[in-house]
């Protein structure tokens, strides 16, 4: 009889983390202090949305459902940080319409960087589909954001995997005298953006290790996302945080590791 009921357990367990788990998006909330150095910042809310993989286990109808947690966060602008499609370049288009459906929700509207799935499935492809659909695509350069309070910058710089990250050329645009967010796909090079004033970094690709067991921690991580897996850390003394995603890629299941939608709060 227990050996039946630990079966029936597991799969249980299995089957929430493989038909359950995935489709269950949460929204972190996170606060950066920003240093008393930088002047005058904007007061940003920032939503930051990353990994979709939209593909065949994961729909548009889920990445709908983070999208609108994310909404009803009211961000100033939005930052998505690539790997938006899996398997194929034939979702591309879909994937694109999905983001696109809320490129212009915030008054900042929405920038992205490219993540190595999107290379794998033609990176051209993927950047003319998102700024057809209104967002802009940063490959290693920055972009302005602010208002009367104030002016950030944030610098998107090219996927490390598949791409040509030139962080030289990222941040060359932004004033001496300012300051920037990097964003990037993976995380785990954070420390190279420091030197270029870079405040904080926000990076995804690790899914949060997707499985993660009691007392062990996470199973497994991609190249590029196992030294900053999740969550909030520092690389130099400075802040980068990687999101768990919105998506999941093989295997297609989450234990103990729930996709997020991210509210970035500069404080």
Known sequence: MMATGTVVAVAGVGYRARHKAPYQPVLERIEIRLPSSVQSP???RIGFVTDTHLGSVIRPRDIDLALALILSADPDI???GGDYVSESPRHIAEAAGVLGNVASATRFGSLAVLGNHDYANSASRMTGALEKRGIRVLRNESARVGDDTGELWIAGIDDALLGSPDLEHAFSS???????IALWHEPDWAERTVPYGALLQLSGHSHGGQVRLPIAGTVAAPAGGRRFVKGLSLAAGMPVYTSRGV?????????RCPPEV???ILV
Do not use: Q
Request: hydrophobic share 50%.
């Open 42 to 44: 904007p007061r940003l």
């Open 78 to 80: 939005l930052l998505f």
């Open 174 to 180: 932004v004033p001496s005298c300012e300051r920037a």
């Open 247 to 255: 998506g999941v890629f093989r295997p297609p299941v989450r234990l």
């Open 262 to 264: 991210t509210l970035v």
